[in-house]
């Protein structure tokens, strides 16, 4: 690979960029309490590709609590959302699989605790 990199910067031959999706922000963010909120977004550094990315949401006895709806909320498709259920006050889990339009694949977790 370094090699083929070495050989297009001589050559002035085009080089694919190689990037990730990777959290930017999140809203709820990671450790906040929070009042409940009617749903969780998440922003990107790259666009995602919808259909292969998922945000799930659990309660501290591991039941999940979005509505499986994840859709985009942007126009560059860097920030997507997932709608909640009514969140009593409690410890929340997020666990996070994003793909870019690119087809790379990064993943992640946080929590957020609802209070009154």
Do not use: N
Request: glycine content about 6%.
């Amino acid at each position: 690979m370094k090699f083929l990199l070495i050989l297009a910067a001589l050559t002035g031959a085009p080089v694919a960029a190689f990037a990730h999706a990777h959290l930017v922000t999140a809203t709820p963010s990671a450790g906040s309490q929070v009042a409940a909120p009617a749903a969780l977004v998440i922003s990107y550094s790259e666009a995602l590709e919808p259909t292969l990315s998922t945000i799930e949401v659990t309660d501290a006895a591991g039941r999940r609590v979005d509505k499986a709806d994840l859709h985009t909320t942007s126009a560059d498709g860097k920030t997507v959302s997932v709608s909640l259920g009514t969140l009593a006050p409690g410890e929340y889990a997020v666990v996070w699989h994003a793909t870019s339009i690119d087809t790379h694949k990064t993943e992640g977790h946080f929590s957020f605790t609802v209070v009154k």
